[in-house]
């Protein structure tokens, strides 16, 4: 089954084209806290059936570890899914691909917080590819020209919630490295979802979001139930089990299903394909990505070499 793991990263990112491309939009019209709280409670609650008899191991864990999951929690569960569902509910005023392709910083943005907590210098290489694909970014959003805010124009929005998924999402995996020496990834994946449908609740109660819940269509029940089998916690399993498998470099290629598949469905869908300009970003992006996730920093510490030798999304 090794032979085919690069293939299941690769299922694992198209299934999260899918959901950022297909699926999420479509819930665009219910409050973004109700969308991750349900999504979140409904995906804990699966697997805690199916993982019930596992969940002894859950003892095992210290004080830093659950420290460490509630900040995984928090920044990937209700920062990252939060701001990415933000943006993408901007359906009918950008270019749902662009949002999906500025998100893939989320490499640059965990090496530079694995700089800070991991006490790890990153090289002169490390800020170059890391420079370029914030100018491909840019490319892809504005082209050579100065951002200008247009009354009615959700662009800009997009950008910066996309970018602030890519922080929490990139964050998450930094903490995400030390929540998982105790336990398996399975473990590791229920422990994240459940806390962070715990987090949500308080969420969207303080909001009021949560009371909503009459505003959900049958069709968009279809939708949830869609994400929780295949891309919430399905996909992360396929994602994990194939990342164990393979270099970090190997499954930073695989990635690039995702984006591929979003470019793919935004046109064939919406008939929205990207101009020469931002196509120019987006080589620049994804390029550069591909070589900030190949080069670690010259001097690493253990720690950091962990991380490094891990890391994929």
């Known amino acids: 089954?090794?032979?085919?793991?690069p293939l299941f990263v690769i299922v694992a990112a198209s299934l999260w084209g899918i959901d950022g491309i297909v699926l999420r939009p479509s819930l665009y019209s219910l409050p973004v806290p109700l969308v991750v709280f349900v999504e979140s409670s409904a995906i804990a609650l699966v697997l805690t059936l199916v993982l019930g008899h596992r969940l002894k191991a859950l003892k095992e864990l210290?004080?830093?570890?659950?420290?460490?999951?509630?900040?995984v929690a928090i920044l990937g569960g209700v920062v990252g899914t939060m701001s990415i569902t933000r943006a993408l509910f901007y359906v009918n005023y950008v270019n749902l691909s662009v949002v999906v392709l500025i998100q893939k910083l989320q490499p640059v943005f965990?090496?530079?917080l694995a700089a800070?907590?991991?006490?790890?210098?990153?090289?002169?290489?490390f800020v170059l590819w890391a420079s370029l694909a914030v100018a491909g970014a840019y490319i892809m959003t504005f082209g050579f020209d100065l951002p200008v805010v247009v009354p009615g124009d959700k662009t800009l929005y997009a950008v910066l919630f996309a970018l602030l998924a890519a922080f929490g999402f990139g964050a998450s995996t930094v903490f995400g490295k030390r929540a998982l020496r105790q336990v398996s990834f399975e473990i590791g994946t229920y422990i994240r979802f459940a806390l962070t449908a715990f987090l949500m609740s308080g969420v969207a109660l303080a909001t009021g979001d949560v009371f909503q819940y009459r505003q959900i269509q049958p069709g968009q029940l279809?939708?949830?139930?869609?994400?929780?089998?295949?891309?919430?916690g399905p996909a992360l399993f396929l994602y994990y089990y194939g990342l164990k498998r393979i270099k970090a470099s190997v499954?930073?290629?695989?990635?690039?299903?995702?984006?591929?598949?979003a470019i793919v469905l935004e046109y064939v869908l919406r008939g929205n394909a990207l101009t020469l300009v931002q196509w120019l970003g987006a080589v620049a992006l994804v390029g550069s990505i591909?070589?900030?996730?190949?080069?670690?920093?010259r001097k690493l510490t253990p720690e950091a070499a962990e991380f490094h030798g891990n890391s994929g999304n």
């Open 1 to 5: 089954m090794d032979r085919f793991a």
């Open 62 to 71: 210290t004080r830093r570890d659950w420290l460490a999951f509630l900040a």
């Open 110 to 112: 965990a090496i530079l």
């Open 116 to 125: 800070l907590w991991l006490k790890e210098k990153p090289g002169p290489r």
């Open 222 to 232: 279809w939708i949830f139930t869609l994400i929780v089998f295949t891309t919430g």
């Open 251 to 261: 499954a930073t290629i695989c990635e690039l299903a995702f984006p591929l598949t």
């Open 290 to 297: 591909i070589q900030v996730s190949r080069r670690p920093s």
